[in-house]
């Protein structure tokens, strides 16, 4: 993964690049075939979950990643697997808990060859799956607001490119780009709007406690 973008930190520490290349290899194993996730994708779509307001059974996301029980050779791989996708998933949840924004594997200025656009839209399109498990939930607390948030996540991922509203949002390279450098912010903003209560009416002397979970964020990230 590239350098942490600024402002952005780590909690704990990620996977390593051993771990990453394990799981790579994994992902791109020709037993898994052609529509497999790659790592960048899988990495949108655990960010996702780590987001999201409910806890998904490991077997069902495990499911809907890709779409169906994926091959093992055997149960330690299984587990192997698994516990690395796990791993990805906690780190995300941990950062944004403490209030910081995430490290995402891409940079949003856009290259000549159209790596790093890939790069996004691959991202952004398994978060959106992500978020596609358990929709319901996400959408349970002011709909409008978290539709509003999603929509950079929705119009970079190349996945509603049929509708107008969306094309024009990334219809050059400048609007993409900017919407690209949104994404680690709005990742933040979408992890506490379903962890943080909504601010008591002044004068009435509530107290407000400071754990992540119930705090705005303040200070650097």
Request: net charge negative.
């Amino acid at each position: 993964m590239p350098e942490a973008q600024d402002d952005a930190i780590d909690s704990q520490p990620p996977l390593d690049d051993d771990a990453l290349a394990r799981l790579d290899d994994y992902l791109a194993s020709e037993r898994l075939g052609e529509e497999a996730p790659d790592l960048i994708g899988t990495h949108g779509y655990l960010v996702a979950l780590a987001v999201s307001p409910g806890e998904v059974p490991p077997d069902v996301w495990l499911a809907e990643l890709f779409e169906g029980e994926p091959p093992f050779e055997h149960a330690a791989e299984r587990d192997e697997v698994l516990g690395l996708l796990e791993a990805l998933k906690n780190n995300a949840g941990s950062i944004m808990e403490r209030c910081h924004r995430i490290e995402l594997p891409f940079d949003t200025e856009l290259d000549a060859d159209g790596e790093m656009v890939a790069a996004i839209e691959d991202w952004c399109a398994g978060f959106m799956q992500g978020v596609f498990v358990d929709e319901a939930a996400w959408f349970s607390q002011d709909e409008a607001h978290v539709a509003a948030l999603l929509l950079p996540f929705m119009a970079l991922s190349g996945l509603f490119d049929d509708e107008p509203e969306m094309a024009e949002m990334v219809a050059d390279d400048s609007q993409f780009s900017a919407l690209a450098g949104q994404l680690a912010e709005l990742t933040l903003d979408l992890y506490l709007h379903f962890r943080v209560p909504p601010e008591p009416p002044r004068g009435k002397g509530a107290v407000r406690t400071k754990t992540a979970a119930s705090r705005k964020r303040g200070g650097k990230r």
